[in-house]
Protein backbone atom coordinates (compact mmCIF):
# COMPACT_ATOMS: atom_id res chain seq x y z
CA UNK A 1 0.00 0.00 0.00
CA UNK A 2 1.55 3.43 -1.49
CA UNK A 3 1.92 5.78 2.11
CA UNK A 4 -0.74 8.42 -0.04
CA UNK A 5 -3.29 5.41 0.67
CA UNK A 6 -2.02 4.66 4.36
CA UNK A 7 -3.07 8.10 4.67
CA UNK A 8 -6.39 8.05 3.22
CA UNK A 9 -7.20 5.10 4.96
CA UNK A 10 -6.57 6.84 8.50
CA UNK A 11 -8.25 9.73 7.48
CA UNK A 12 -11.43 8.27 6.72
CA UNK A 13 -11.18 5.90 9.93
CA UNK A 14 -10.66 8.92 12.21
CA UNK A 15 -13.54 10.32 10.07
CA UNK A 16 -15.52 7.37 10.46
CA UNK A 17 -15.13 7.59 14.10
CA UNK A 18 -15.86 11.21 14.98
CA UNK A 19 -18.56 11.93 12.07
CA UNK A 20 -21.27 10.08 14.06
CA UNK A 21 -20.02 12.57 17.44
CA UNK A 22 -19.74 15.62 15.03
CA UNK A 23 -23.50 14.70 14.01
CA UNK A 24 -25.04 14.72 17.90
CA UNK A 25 -23.13 18.00 18.46
CA UNK A 26 -25.02 19.98 15.90
CA UNK A 27 -28.34 18.40 16.27
CA UNK A 28 -28.01 19.59 20.12
CA UNK A 29 -28.05 23.03 18.85
CA UNK A 30 -30.97 22.26 15.93
CA UNK A 31 -33.37 25.25 16.25
CA UNK A 32 -36.05 22.83 14.70
CA UNK A 33 -37.89 19.62 17.11
CA UNK A 34 -37.35 17.47 14.23
CA UNK A 35 -34.63 15.91 13.63
CA UNK A 36 -34.50 15.83 9.48
CA UNK A 37 -31.36 16.46 8.07
CA UNK A 38 -29.84 18.84 7.05
CA UNK A 39 -30.04 21.38 10.11
CA UNK A 40 -32.09 24.40 9.14
CA UNK A 41 -31.04 26.92 11.94
CA UNK A 42 -29.40 26.60 15.39
CA UNK A 43 -30.08 27.49 18.83
CA UNK A 44 -28.90 27.01 22.40
CA UNK A 45 -32.29 27.06 24.06
CA UNK A 46 -32.17 23.24 24.87
CA UNK A 47 -28.98 23.24 26.95
CA UNK A 48 -31.73 26.40 29.04
CA UNK A 49 -34.05 23.65 28.68
CA UNK A 50 -32.07 20.37 29.98
CA UNK A 51 -30.28 22.49 32.86
CA UNK A 52 -34.05 23.54 33.74
CA UNK A 53 -35.37 19.99 34.00
CA UNK A 54 -35.86 18.35 37.51
CA UNK A 55 -35.42 15.14 36.39
CA UNK A 56 -31.98 16.02 34.40
CA UNK A 57 -30.52 17.57 37.02
CA UNK A 58 -31.35 14.49 39.32
CA UNK A 59 -29.75 12.22 36.85
CA UNK A 60 -26.69 14.25 36.62
CA UNK A 61 -26.62 14.43 40.63
CA UNK A 62 -26.98 10.31 40.50
CA UNK A 63 -24.54 9.65 38.22
CA UNK A 64 -22.13 12.06 39.49
CA UNK A 65 -22.52 10.36 43.27
CA UNK A 66 -22.19 7.09 41.80
CA UNK A 67 -19.62 7.61 39.95
CA UNK A 68 -17.31 9.14 42.98
CA UNK A 69 -19.24 6.14 45.40
CA UNK A 70 -17.71 3.42 42.25
CA UNK A 71 -14.27 5.25 41.76
CA UNK A 72 -13.42 5.61 46.05
CA UNK A 73 -14.21 1.75 46.41
CA UNK A 74 -12.54 0.83 43.43
CA UNK A 75 -9.89 3.25 44.08
CA UNK A 76 -9.29 1.18 47.91
CA UNK A 77 -9.70 -2.45 46.35
CA UNK A 78 -7.89 -1.76 43.63
CA UNK A 79 -4.72 -0.30 45.34
CA UNK A 80 -4.77 -3.28 47.76
CA UNK A 81 -4.71 -6.00 45.64
CA UNK A 82 -1.66 -3.82 43.35
CA UNK A 83 0.11 -3.84 46.23
CA UNK A 84 -0.30 -7.36 47.39
CA UNK A 85 0.58 -9.48 44.16
CA UNK A 86 3.15 -7.01 43.44
CA UNK A 87 4.53 -7.22 46.65
CA UNK A 88 4.17 -10.86 47.34
CA UNK A 89 3.65 -14.29 46.05
CA UNK A 90 1.31 -16.39 47.59
CA UNK A 91 -1.07 -19.08 46.21
CA UNK A 92 -3.83 -18.27 43.57
CA UNK A 93 -1.48 -14.68 42.20
CA UNK A 94 -1.66 -15.48 38.97
CA UNK A 95 -5.41 -16.37 39.16
CA UNK A 96 -5.96 -12.41 40.91
CA UNK A 97 -5.47 -10.33 37.33
CA UNK A 98 -7.46 -12.76 35.45
CA UNK A 99 -10.52 -12.93 37.71
CA UNK A 100 -10.07 -8.49 38.57
CA UNK A 101 -10.76 -8.52 34.42
CA UNK A 102 -13.80 -10.91 34.54
CA UNK A 103 -16.52 -8.05 34.71
CA UNK A 104 -15.41 -6.62 31.84
CA UNK A 105 -15.02 -9.35 29.48
CA UNK A 106 -18.30 -11.14 30.91
CA UNK A 107 -21.08 -9.62 28.85
CA UNK A 108 -22.36 -6.76 30.98
CA UNK A 109 -25.37 -8.38 30.96
CA UNK A 110 -24.30 -11.27 32.43
CA UNK A 111 -22.60 -9.28 35.30
CA UNK A 112 -25.77 -7.48 36.00
CA UNK A 113 -28.23 -10.30 35.76
CA UNK A 114 -26.08 -11.76 38.64
CA UNK A 115 -26.29 -8.66 40.51
CA UNK A 116 -29.93 -7.90 40.34
CA UNK A 117 -30.52 -12.02 41.10
CA UNK A 118 -28.65 -11.29 44.42
CA UNK A 119 -29.73 -7.62 45.07
CA UNK A 120 -33.38 -9.28 44.90
CA UNK A 121 -32.66 -12.35 46.99
CA UNK A 122 -30.77 -10.46 49.42
CA UNK A 123 -33.64 -8.43 49.77
CA UNK A 124 -31.66 -5.05 49.35
CA UNK A 125 -33.30 -2.26 48.41
CA UNK A 126 -31.98 -0.92 44.79
CA UNK A 127 -30.88 2.66 44.06
CA UNK A 128 -27.59 4.68 44.79
CA UNK A 129 -25.98 1.52 46.77
CA UNK A 130 -26.62 -1.20 44.32
CA UNK A 131 -25.99 1.28 41.46
CA UNK A 132 -22.46 1.75 43.10
CA UNK A 133 -21.45 -1.67 44.24
CA UNK A 134 -22.35 -2.68 40.46
CA UNK A 135 -19.90 0.11 38.81
CA UNK A 136 -17.25 -0.94 41.76
CA UNK A 137 -16.69 -4.49 40.64
CA UNK A 138 -16.05 -3.70 36.87
CA UNK A 139 -13.57 -0.45 37.77
CA UNK A 140 -11.72 -1.88 40.29
CA UNK A 141 -9.34 -3.70 37.56
CA UNK A 142 -8.73 -0.15 35.93
CA UNK A 143 -7.52 0.88 39.32
CA UNK A 144 -5.65 -2.49 40.12
CA UNK A 145 -3.60 -2.53 36.10
CA UNK A 146 -2.89 1.11 36.47
CA UNK A 147 -0.79 0.85 40.17
CA UNK A 148 0.67 -2.69 38.99
CA UNK A 149 2.40 -1.07 35.85
CA UNK A 150 3.33 1.78 37.84
CA UNK A 151 4.75 -0.45 40.85
CA UNK A 152 6.16 -3.15 38.14
CA UNK A 153 8.12 -0.04 36.87
CA UNK A 154 9.71 1.30 40.00
CA UNK A 155 12.72 -0.15 41.37
CA UNK A 156 12.07 -1.75 44.68
CA UNK A 157 16.10 -0.40 45.74
CA UNK A 158 14.33 2.84 46.22
CA UNK A 159 11.96 1.01 49.63
CA UNK A 160 14.69 -0.80 51.00
CA UNK A 161 17.09 2.28 51.05
CA UNK A 162 14.14 4.10 53.10
CA UNK A 163 14.06 1.28 55.51
CA UNK A 164 17.75 0.74 55.49
CA UNK A 165 18.08 4.08 56.50
CA UNK A 166 15.50 3.57 59.41
CA UNK A 167 12.02 4.95 58.02
CA UNK A 168 9.03 2.28 59.37
CA UNK A 169 7.52 0.42 56.61
CA UNK A 170 4.56 3.00 57.40
CA UNK A 171 6.78 5.94 56.60
CA UNK A 172 8.15 4.31 54.03
CA UNK A 173 4.76 3.61 52.61
CA UNK A 174 3.57 7.47 53.35
CA UNK A 175 6.80 9.37 52.08
CA UNK A 176 8.20 6.95 49.33
CA UNK A 177 6.12 4.51 47.94
CA UNK A 178 2.72 6.75 47.94
CA UNK A 179 4.08 9.77 45.88
CA UNK A 180 5.69 7.19 43.52
CA UNK A 181 2.20 5.94 42.72
CA UNK A 182 0.25 9.10 43.14
CA UNK A 183 0.15 9.55 39.08
CA UNK A 184 -0.96 6.14 38.58
CA UNK A 185 -3.65 6.53 41.02
CA UNK A 186 -5.08 9.90 39.88
CA UNK A 187 -5.06 8.21 36.48
CA UNK A 188 -6.49 5.10 37.18
CA UNK A 189 -9.55 7.23 39.57
CA UNK A 190 -10.41 9.07 36.27
CA UNK A 191 -10.14 6.16 34.07
CA UNK A 192 -12.72 4.27 36.86
CA UNK A 193 -14.43 7.47 36.76
CA UNK A 194 -15.28 8.06 33.29
CA UNK A 195 -16.17 4.06 33.30
CA UNK A 196 -18.66 4.02 35.84
CA UNK A 197 -20.15 7.97 34.46
CA UNK A 198 -21.41 6.63 31.17
CA UNK A 199 -22.13 2.82 31.96
CA UNK A 200 -25.52 1.78 31.21
CA UNK A 201 -26.14 -2.11 30.71
CA UNK A 202 -24.58 -3.55 34.07
CA UNK A 203 -26.79 -0.16 35.49
CA UNK A 204 -29.85 -1.25 33.93
CA UNK A 205 -29.62 -4.02 36.54
CA UNK A 206 -29.13 -2.42 39.42
CA UNK A 207 -30.24 0.79 39.59
CA UNK A 208 -34.19 -0.06 40.05
CA UNK A 209 -36.52 2.76 39.48
CA UNK A 210 -33.66 5.83 39.86
CA UNK A 211 -32.11 7.13 36.71
CA UNK A 212 -28.22 8.08 35.86
CA UNK A 213 -27.84 10.21 32.97
CA UNK A 214 -27.38 7.53 30.42
CA UNK A 215 -30.37 5.82 31.63
CA UNK A 216 -32.33 9.22 31.17
CA UNK A 217 -31.24 9.03 27.70
CA UNK A 218 -32.13 5.11 27.09
CA UNK A 219 -35.66 5.42 28.80
CA UNK A 220 -36.24 9.25 26.77
CA UNK A 221 -34.78 8.76 22.89
CA UNK A 222 -37.78 6.96 22.41
CA UNK A 223 -39.94 9.79 22.66
CA UNK A 224 -40.17 12.45 20.10
CA UNK A 225 -40.65 15.43 22.48
CA UNK A 226 -37.79 14.97 24.68
CA UNK A 227 -35.60 14.24 21.31
CA UNK A 228 -33.79 18.08 21.95
CA UNK A 229 -33.04 17.26 25.48
CA UNK A 230 -31.78 13.94 24.87
CA UNK A 231 -29.57 15.61 22.42
CA UNK A 232 -28.23 17.72 24.80
CA UNK A 233 -27.52 15.08 27.62
CA UNK A 234 -25.72 12.92 25.27
CA UNK A 235 -23.12 15.90 24.56
CA UNK A 236 -22.96 16.61 28.14
CA UNK A 237 -22.47 12.44 28.62
CA UNK A 238 -19.71 12.56 25.92
CA UNK A 239 -17.71 15.83 27.47
CA UNK A 240 -18.21 14.21 31.11
CA UNK A 241 -16.77 11.41 30.23
CA UNK A 242 -14.14 12.15 27.69
CA UNK A 243 -12.59 14.71 29.69
CA UNK A 244 -11.28 11.83 32.63
CA UNK A 245 -9.98 10.03 29.89
CA UNK A 246 -8.06 12.63 27.76
CA UNK A 247 -6.70 13.75 31.95
CA UNK A 248 -6.01 10.01 32.74
CA UNK A 249 -3.83 9.37 29.37
CA UNK A 250 -1.90 12.74 30.04
CA UNK A 251 -1.22 11.55 33.34
CA UNK A 252 0.26 8.33 32.03
CA UNK A 253 1.68 9.34 28.76
CA UNK A 254 4.92 8.54 29.72
CA UNK A 255 3.70 4.52 30.17
CA UNK A 256 3.77 3.11 27.02
CA UNK A 257 0.28 2.57 25.80
CA UNK A 258 -1.98 -0.47 26.37
CA UNK A 259 -5.75 -0.73 26.50
CA UNK A 260 -5.82 -0.86 30.10
CA UNK A 261 -3.82 1.98 30.35
CA UNK B 1 6.26 -5.72 63.70
CA UNK B 2 3.57 -6.04 60.67
CA UNK B 3 6.92 -6.13 58.77
CA UNK B 4 8.17 -9.35 60.14
CA UNK B 5 4.93 -11.41 59.86
CA UNK B 6 4.68 -11.31 55.89
CA UNK B 7 1.29 -13.69 55.54
CA UNK B 8 -0.11 -11.53 57.96
CA UNK B 9 0.43 -8.23 55.95
CA UNK B 10 -0.54 -10.02 52.52
CA UNK B 11 -3.55 -11.20 54.71
CA UNK B 12 -4.45 -7.58 55.67
CA UNK B 13 -3.80 -6.35 51.66
CA UNK B 14 -5.70 -9.39 50.09
CA UNK B 15 -8.81 -9.79 52.52
CA UNK B 16 -10.65 -6.47 50.90
CA UNK B 17 -10.48 -7.23 47.92
CA UNK B 18 -10.79 -10.98 46.95
CA UNK B 19 -13.69 -10.92 50.06
CA UNK B 20 -15.54 -8.19 47.49
CA UNK B 21 -14.93 -10.20 44.78
CA UNK B 22 -15.77 -13.36 45.78
CA UNK B 23 -19.21 -11.63 47.83
CA UNK B 24 -20.07 -9.97 45.01
CA UNK B 25 -19.03 -11.18 41.68
CA UNK B 26 -18.57 -14.83 42.12
CA UNK B 27 -20.81 -15.06 44.80
CA UNK B 28 -24.17 -13.58 42.32
CA UNK B 29 -22.63 -15.18 39.10
CA UNK B 30 -22.78 -18.88 41.30
CA UNK B 31 -26.07 -17.59 41.97
CA UNK B 32 -27.55 -16.79 38.16
CA UNK B 33 -25.70 -20.05 36.76
CA UNK B 34 -27.29 -22.21 39.36
CA UNK B 35 -30.85 -20.56 38.84
CA UNK B 36 -30.20 -21.40 34.86
CA UNK B 37 -30.93 -25.13 36.20
CA UNK B 38 -34.14 -24.10 37.61
CA UNK B 39 -37.99 -23.84 36.70
CA UNK B 40 -40.81 -21.34 35.96
CA UNK B 41 -43.57 -22.82 36.94
CA UNK B 42 -46.25 -21.51 34.29
CA UNK B 43 -49.42 -21.18 36.27
CA UNK B 44 -48.01 -19.42 39.09
CA UNK B 45 -44.86 -17.96 37.67
CA UNK B 46 -43.08 -18.65 40.54
CA UNK B 47 -39.27 -19.95 40.08
CA UNK B 48 -39.58 -24.11 40.84
CA UNK B 49 -35.73 -24.70 42.92
CA UNK B 50 -35.38 -28.17 41.37
CA UNK B 51 -32.99 -29.36 39.50
CA UNK B 52 -33.41 -29.87 35.72
CA UNK B 53 -32.40 -29.26 32.41
CA UNK B 54 -35.69 -28.59 30.56
CA UNK B 55 -34.18 -24.97 29.93
CA UNK B 56 -31.44 -25.92 27.83
CA UNK B 57 -33.48 -28.84 26.17
CA UNK B 58 -35.39 -25.92 24.86
CA UNK B 59 -32.59 -23.76 23.59
CA UNK B 60 -31.23 -27.30 21.91
CA UNK B 61 -34.52 -27.69 20.65
CA UNK B 62 -36.37 -24.34 19.27
CA UNK B 63 -35.55 -23.54 15.70
CA UNK B 64 -36.30 -20.27 17.32
CA UNK B 65 -33.22 -19.73 19.68
CA UNK B 66 -30.88 -21.54 16.93
CA UNK B 67 -31.84 -18.78 14.77
CA UNK B 68 -31.03 -16.61 16.96
CA UNK B 69 -27.86 -17.85 18.39
CA UNK B 70 -26.72 -18.06 14.44
CA UNK B 71 -27.13 -14.70 13.89
CA UNK B 72 -25.44 -13.43 17.07
CA UNK B 73 -22.15 -15.19 15.90
CA UNK B 74 -22.43 -14.32 12.42
CA UNK B 75 -22.72 -10.38 13.45
CA UNK B 76 -20.06 -10.69 15.86
CA UNK B 77 -17.33 -12.76 13.11
CA UNK B 78 -18.83 -10.01 10.32
CA UNK B 79 -18.22 -7.01 12.37
CA UNK B 80 -14.35 -8.63 13.83
CA UNK B 81 -13.60 -9.11 10.35
CA UNK B 82 -14.70 -5.75 9.40
CA UNK B 83 -12.49 -3.75 12.20
CA UNK B 84 -9.55 -6.17 11.47
CA UNK B 85 -9.89 -4.63 8.32
CA UNK B 86 -10.54 -1.15 9.17
CA UNK B 87 -7.68 -0.84 12.01
CA UNK B 88 -5.41 -2.53 10.25
CA UNK B 89 -4.08 0.49 8.05
CA UNK B 90 -4.54 3.46 10.34
CA UNK B 91 -2.53 1.26 13.19
CA UNK B 92 -0.11 0.44 9.98
CA UNK B 93 0.00 4.04 10.25
CA UNK B 94 0.40 5.26 13.61
CA UNK B 95 3.00 2.55 14.66
CA UNK B 96 5.12 2.60 11.43
CA UNK B 97 4.46 5.85 9.45
CA UNK B 98 3.81 8.84 11.75
CA UNK B 99 6.24 10.67 13.31
CA UNK B 100 6.05 10.90 17.56
CA UNK B 101 3.89 13.76 17.87
CA UNK B 102 0.97 12.73 15.35
CA UNK B 103 0.85 9.19 16.95
CA UNK B 104 0.21 10.50 20.15
CA UNK B 105 -2.65 12.67 18.56
CA UNK B 106 -4.00 9.48 16.86
CA UNK B 107 -3.29 7.28 20.09
CA UNK B 108 -5.77 9.80 21.94
CA UNK B 109 -8.28 10.58 19.48
CA UNK B 110 -8.65 6.37 19.07
CA UNK B 111 -8.44 5.95 23.16
CA UNK B 112 -11.05 8.61 23.69
CA UNK B 113 -14.09 6.70 22.05
CA UNK B 114 -12.93 3.53 24.02
CA UNK B 115 -13.20 4.53 27.25
CA UNK B 116 -16.29 6.98 26.95
CA UNK B 117 -20.08 7.40 25.65
CA UNK B 118 -20.95 3.95 24.72
CA UNK B 119 -24.57 4.33 24.87
CA UNK B 120 -23.83 8.11 23.35
CA UNK B 121 -22.34 6.47 20.52
CA UNK B 122 -25.27 3.98 19.50
CA UNK B 123 -27.36 6.75 20.43
CA UNK B 124 -25.64 9.26 17.83
CA UNK B 125 -26.33 6.37 14.99
CA UNK B 126 -29.79 6.52 15.68
CA UNK B 127 -29.77 9.94 14.91
CA UNK B 128 -27.57 9.06 12.03
CA UNK B 129 -30.03 6.38 10.70
CA UNK B 130 -33.23 7.59 11.02
CA UNK B 131 -35.70 8.59 8.20
CA UNK B 132 -34.92 11.26 6.27
CA UNK B 133 -31.49 11.73 8.72
CA UNK B 134 -27.63 11.86 7.72
CA UNK B 135 -27.33 8.66 6.21
CA UNK B 136 -30.15 8.78 4.24
CA UNK B 137 -29.38 12.31 2.19
CA UNK B 138 -25.73 11.35 2.27
CA UNK B 139 -26.69 7.90 0.25
CA UNK B 140 -29.02 9.62 -2.06
CA UNK B 141 -26.20 12.73 -2.43
CA UNK B 142 -24.39 9.82 -4.01
CA UNK B 143 -26.70 8.62 -6.22
CA UNK B 144 -27.89 5.99 -4.39
CA UNK B 145 -31.39 7.02 -3.21
CA UNK B 146 -33.35 3.73 -2.83
CA UNK B 147 -30.74 1.70 -0.44
CA UNK B 148 -32.46 1.24 3.05
CA UNK B 149 -30.28 0.53 5.98
CA UNK B 150 -32.10 2.03 8.59
CA UNK B 151 -32.64 -0.88 11.16
CA UNK B 152 -31.76 -4.07 10.10
CA UNK B 153 -28.94 -6.39 10.21
CA UNK B 154 -26.78 -4.34 8.42
CA UNK B 155 -27.28 -1.41 10.47
CA UNK B 156 -26.42 -3.53 13.23
CA UNK B 157 -22.89 -4.70 11.58
CA UNK B 158 -22.09 -0.88 10.97
CA UNK B 159 -22.97 0.21 14.00
CA UNK B 160 -21.61 -2.80 16.11
CA UNK B 161 -18.21 -2.56 13.98
CA UNK B 162 -18.03 1.56 14.50
CA UNK B 163 -18.62 1.07 18.80
CA UNK B 164 -15.68 -1.57 19.15
CA UNK B 165 -13.23 -0.16 16.47
CA UNK B 166 -11.08 1.20 19.22
CA UNK B 167 -10.70 -2.12 20.92
CA UNK B 168 -9.27 -3.66 17.41
CA UNK B 169 -6.88 -0.53 16.70
CA UNK B 170 -5.11 -0.37 19.92
CA UNK B 171 -3.89 -3.44 20.28
CA UNK B 172 -3.02 -3.84 16.97
CA UNK B 173 -1.16 -0.85 17.23
CA UNK B 174 0.85 -1.59 19.97
CA UNK B 175 1.45 -5.57 17.84
CA UNK B 176 2.75 -3.75 15.21
CA UNK B 177 4.83 -1.30 16.80
CA UNK B 178 6.84 -4.53 18.00
CA UNK B 179 8.37 -5.64 14.96
CA UNK B 180 11.86 -5.13 14.29
CA UNK B 181 12.25 -2.49 11.57
CA UNK B 182 15.49 -5.29 11.14
CA UNK B 183 12.78 -7.86 9.69
CA UNK B 184 11.08 -5.55 7.55
CA UNK B 185 14.58 -4.13 5.85
CA UNK B 186 15.64 -8.00 5.60
CA UNK B 187 12.64 -9.24 3.59
CA UNK B 188 12.61 -6.37 1.10
CA UNK B 189 16.60 -6.96 0.78
CA UNK B 190 15.79 -10.12 0.04
CA UNK B 191 13.29 -9.20 -2.85
CA UNK B 192 10.08 -9.14 -1.12
CA UNK B 193 8.20 -6.52 -2.86
CA UNK B 194 5.59 -4.47 -0.16
CA UNK B 195 2.97 -6.95 -1.04
CA UNK B 196 5.03 -10.19 0.21
CA UNK B 197 6.66 -8.75 2.79
CA UNK B 198 2.90 -7.63 4.25
CA UNK B 199 1.62 -11.23 3.67
CA UNK B 200 4.80 -13.16 4.94
CA UNK B 201 6.58 -10.75 7.49
CA UNK B 202 4.13 -8.51 9.23
CA UNK B 203 0.61 -10.42 8.66
CA UNK B 204 2.29 -13.31 10.67
CA UNK B 205 3.77 -11.10 13.06
CA UNK B 206 0.56 -9.24 13.86
CA UNK B 207 -1.69 -12.33 14.03
CA UNK B 208 -1.90 -12.51 17.90
CA UNK B 209 -2.41 -9.18 18.42
CA UNK B 210 -4.91 -9.09 15.93
CA UNK B 211 -6.50 -12.14 17.79
CA UNK B 212 -5.92 -10.02 20.85
CA UNK B 213 -8.11 -7.24 19.18
CA UNK B 214 -10.99 -9.90 18.11
CA UNK B 215 -11.05 -11.23 21.90
CA UNK B 216 -12.80 -7.76 22.60
CA UNK B 217 -14.79 -7.31 18.93
CA UNK B 218 -16.26 -10.65 19.41
CA UNK B 219 -17.40 -10.63 22.80
CA UNK B 220 -18.41 -7.12 23.33
CA UNK B 221 -20.82 -7.97 19.75
CA UNK B 222 -21.90 -11.48 21.22
CA UNK B 223 -23.15 -9.83 25.10
CA UNK B 224 -24.70 -6.72 23.97
CA UNK B 225 -28.55 -5.99 24.08
CA UNK B 226 -28.51 -1.97 24.00
CA UNK B 227 -27.35 -1.89 20.20
CA UNK B 228 -29.78 -4.46 18.36
CA UNK B 229 -32.64 -2.68 20.62
CA UNK B 230 -31.56 0.86 19.46
CA UNK B 231 -30.75 -0.13 15.79
CA UNK B 232 -32.48 -2.94 14.34
CA UNK B 233 -35.96 -5.18 14.95
CA UNK B 234 -33.82 -8.68 14.84
CA UNK B 235 -33.81 -10.17 17.80
CA UNK B 236 -30.07 -11.36 19.53
CA UNK B 237 -28.89 -13.43 22.68
CA UNK B 238 -28.99 -10.40 24.50
CA UNK B 239 -32.24 -9.09 23.57
CA UNK B 240 -34.09 -12.31 24.43
CA UNK B 241 -31.97 -12.80 27.71
CA UNK B 242 -33.19 -9.24 28.78
CA UNK B 243 -36.52 -9.80 27.71
CA UNK B 244 -36.99 -13.00 29.63
CA UNK B 245 -36.01 -11.35 32.47
CA UNK B 246 -37.12 -7.70 32.69
CA UNK B 247 -40.36 -8.90 30.79
CA UNK B 248 -41.35 -12.23 30.97
CA UNK B 249 -39.57 -12.15 34.50
CA UNK B 250 -38.79 -15.88 33.36
CA UNK B 251 -34.67 -15.64 35.26
CA UNK B 252 -34.06 -19.42 34.85
CA UNK B 253 -34.88 -18.95 31.02
CA UNK B 254 -32.92 -16.03 31.07
CA UNK B 255 -29.96 -17.30 33.20
CA UNK B 256 -29.60 -20.36 30.86
CA UNK B 257 -29.26 -18.31 27.50
CA UNK B 258 -26.95 -16.32 29.25
CA UNK B 259 -24.70 -19.19 29.76
CA UNK B 260 -24.57 -19.38 25.58
CA UNK B 261 -22.30 -16.37 24.87
CA UNK B 262 -20.23 -17.02 27.65
CA UNK B 263 -19.43 -21.13 26.80
CA UNK B 264 -18.60 -19.26 23.17
CA UNK B 265 -16.13 -17.02 24.77
CA UNK B 266 -14.57 -19.63 26.30
CA UNK B 267 -14.13 -21.71 22.80
CA UNK B 268 -12.92 -18.13 21.53
CA UNK B 269 -10.82 -17.56 24.43
CA UNK B 270 -9.53 -20.91 23.92
CA UNK B 271 -8.20 -20.34 20.32
CA UNK B 272 -7.32 -16.83 21.06
CA UNK B 273 -4.50 -18.36 23.58
CA UNK B 274 -3.25 -20.48 20.65
CA UNK B 275 -2.67 -17.28 18.34
CA UNK B 276 -0.64 -15.74 21.14
CA UNK B 277 -3.45 -13.59 22.06
CA UNK B 278 -2.89 -13.28 25.81
CA UNK B 279 0.65 -12.27 25.06
CA UNK B 280 -0.41 -9.03 22.95
CA UNK B 281 -2.70 -8.09 25.34
Same mark, same amino acid.
Given at each position: MGRLGLRLATGSVLAFLYIPLVIIFLFAFNADRGQSWPIRSYTVRWFGDALANGDVRDALLLSVEAALGATAISLLLGSLAALAVHRF? !? !??????????? %???? %????????? %??????????? !?????????????CIVVVYNNILARLRRTSSSIEEASLDLGATTWQTFRYVTLPVLRTAILAGALLAFALSFDEVIVTTFTAGTDETLPIWILNHLRQPNQRPIVNVVAVAVIVLSAVPVYLSQRLSASDAGGLSG | MLYRHRWLQVLLLLAPPTGWFLVVYLGSLSVLFLSAFWLLDPLTSAVVHTFSLRNFQILLGDPTYRTIVLRTVGIAAAVTLTDALLAFPIAFYMARVAGPHARSLLFMAVLLPLWSSYLVRVYAWRVMLQPHGPVESFLSAIGLPNVEIGYSDVSMWIVFSYIWLPYMILPLYAGLERIPRSLLEASQDLGGRGGITLRRVILPLALPALAAGSIFTFALTLGDYITPTLISNSQFIGNVVYDSQGVANNIPFAAAFAIVPVVIMAGYLLIARRLGAFEAL
Open positions: R !F !FGRETISFALV %LPLA %LPGIVTGMA %LNATINTAGIG !FGLVTIIVGHATF | -
